[in-house]
């Protein structure tokens, strides 16, 4: 698998794709299975730089479900991580925000600040067991739009029960917001998931791409087949919406389209 260790860690700005935002990554040292360290972290964001980003809103695991997270030793790491990377590209900004396993108690711990939303908006990046039933997600998803939360289903691609299409629109219709990973467009024509997720970009069922980034040499954040084959089969439009229009969304705590 090519990783980032064989890679140079690029810092030149690319130039024709430099506002992309991206809503799903695991950059803060040493909080989860994400980047180990501070110079794991600048490595992962001058690559992501040189692809065309501008901004991350940091999504680190929820793993600490009984006395929530530390929110000032996550915020402070995030500071630490936008001060290193801004010495070198002072516009760049992180977000904090998290990535959350799906739980009955969820929406009340997102009230008493024991989970985080993303960027300190209404948008919640949670994600479900691959297996989950579809009734799970719908359950799910509904009791946190009931709650006035807006949904962000996390790799939403993972899901088998969303292969049925009705399931995909009523899930829509709860307010659901729907993040693939970029990696999941890269591959071959020809092999089924690659294709199912093409698909759904293409029929503007996606709302938002994030790179899920974790280290170096486990997910890293390569875009570069993704960005090849969205640029050649997306309309500029829904692609910047994806990209970066509707993390802005996020960011400004607004509604989307």
């Not at 501008?54 to 929110?71: E, K, L, N, S």
């Not at 630490?80 to 992180?94: L, S, V």
């Not at 709650?147 to 629109?169: D, K, N, Q, S, T």
């Not at 659901?176 to 293409?202: D, H, T």
Request: hydrophobic share 35%; aromatic share 10%; glycine share 8%.
């Amino acid at each position: 698998m090519k990783t980032l260790k064989k890679w140079k860690c690029h810092t030149e700005w690319n130039a024709r794709r430099n506002m992309m935002i991206d809503v799903h990554a695991h950059i803060l040292p040493g909080v989860d299975d994400g980047a180990r360290d501070l110079e794991e972290t600048s490595c992962l964001l001058r690559f992501i730089i040189s692809q065309g980003f501008g901004a991350v809103i940091a999504t680190p695991h929820d793993f600490r479900r009984g006395q929530g997270p530390d929110y000032e030793r996550l915020a402070g790491l995030a500071r630490q991580a936008e001060q290193e990377i801004r010495k070198d590209y002072p516009d760049f900004r992180i977000y904090l925000g998290q990535e959350t396993r799906y739980h009955e108690e969820l929406a009340e711990r997102l009230r008493a600040g024991k989970a985080f939303t993303l960027a300190g908006s209404r948008y919640v990046l949670i994600e479900f067991e691959p297996e989950d039933s579809y009734e799970r997600l719908f359950r799910g998803i509904r009791t946190l739009s009931f709650a006035g939360f807006f949904p962000v289903l996390a790799h939403m691609e993972r899901y088998r029960c969303l292969h049925e299409e009705e399931h995909i629109r009523e899930l829509a219709g709860t307010g659901c917001v729907f993040q693939m990973n970029y990696e999941s467009l890269q591959g071959a024509w020809w092999e089924p998931e690659i294709r199912w997720c093409r698909k759904q970009v293409q029929q503007k069922r996606i709302h938002l791409l994030g790179t899920d980034m974790h280290r170096r040499d486990y997910r890293p954040p390569d875009i570069a087949g993704a960005m090849k084959w969205l640029e050649k089969n997306v309309e500029k439009k829904l692609l910047m919406a994806m990209a970066r229009e509707n993390a802005l969304h996020i960011i400004r705590n607004e509604g989307m389209d």
